[in-house]
């Protein structure tokens, strides 16, 4: 079901099959993701395609600068035929709700999502409102190098399981896209393969992977060379050491085995911390480059045998 599942989507997100690994492990983990890239290179088409292959009912949000945290969570409106106030649903009550531009909305409407990332609920005149689930937030953004772009806040940060880059195509990946559009295939033909309940039997199914304490020790020592580093401002927090091995027993599930090994933690570990580290101003001036300094730290922490 989920090689049928890949295989459906890299039909029209075209050439970024290790993208769409990790997307699935984050949906399956009951992750967040972060797509970052240049405009047009198909951010937008990932997260809609996503959300039609799986039959989940799909939202978007398009931040701008005078987007409001009402737009995102929903707001009260007085009915004047019952004399009562009423909730209207905000953006964020969709299954599968795509955050389009989000570092271009100020913080306090960035801020809007946290409740619903965090615990799948949002909270509107006191009153909690449980999120649909399967429950998963892709978030896109332009570099940071953009004009009009606020950085997201560290808080915000963290609440994202894995931050991934799409970058450009190569020759042969942007001529297929090109026949893909000239025939018509696009994300708004996109047909389901399988359903939101499906989903939720595989969550179900990747929490039950077996972990041994030498694993998630081998987790956590990772993080805890981040946070000896001299050159990254802080460590990764507790919270993603737990979005380690969350991704880590969906990494083994997408593989075929029912426990986790090393090896998968290495594998989903860069994804995972990196968008969390920040280099220092001194590694900046000396020009250390982030992603080397993650393998290097990996690499260094000794593998349980």
Request: aromatic share 6%; glycine share 6%; net charge neutral.
């Amino acid at each position: 079901m989920i090689n049928k599942l890949k295989k459906h989507i890299s039909e029209y997100f075209v050439g970024k099959e290790e993208t769409i690994e990790n997307l699935l492990i984050c949906l399956f983990s009951g992750g967040h993701i972060l797509l970052e890239g240049v405009p047009g290179v198909g951010k937008t088409t990932l997260a809609s395609t996503l959300a039609r292959s799986v039959e989940c009912d799909f939202g978007r949000i398009q931040f701008t600068p005078d987007t409001l945290p009402t737009d995102v969570m929903g707001t009260e409106i007085f009915n004047m035929k019952t004399g009562e106030f009423e909730y209207r649903e905000g953006a964020i009550m969709h299954q599968i709700v795509l955050a389009d531009e989000i570092n271009r909305t100020s913080p306090k409407t960035q801020a809007s999502l946290l409740e619903a990332m965090a615990e799948g609920q949002t909270t509107v005149s006191g009153i909690k409102h449980r999120l649909p689930q399967p429950f998963m937030v892709i978030a896109t953004q332009n570099p940071v190098e953009f004009m009009g772009t606020y950085p997201l806040p560290e808080a915000q940060i963290d609440r994202f399981m894995m931050k991934l880059t799409v970058g450009y195509p190569d020759e042969s990946e942007e001529l297929r896209m090109t026949k893909n559009m000239l025939a018509g295939k696009t994300s708004d033909t996109v047909k389901s393969v399988i359903t939101a309940e499906d989903v939720i039997k595989i969550k179900e199914q990747v929490a039950d992977v077996a972990i041994k304490d030498e694993v998630i020790r081998y987790a956590r020592n990772i993080a805890e060379e981040t946070r000896l580093e001299k050159r990254f401002v802080l460590g990764i927090s507790p919270r993603a050491v737990l979005a380690l091995v969350k991704a880590s027993q969906a990494k083994a599930f997408l593989e075929g085995r029912d426990y986790v090994k090393p090896d998968d933690v290495k594998a989903v570990a860069p994804f995972v911390i990196g968008h969390r580290l920040t280099l220092t101003s001194e590694a900046k001036i000396a020009k250390e480059n982030k992603d080397d300094l993650i393998q290097k730290l990996i690499r260094k922490t000794k593998i349980p045998l």
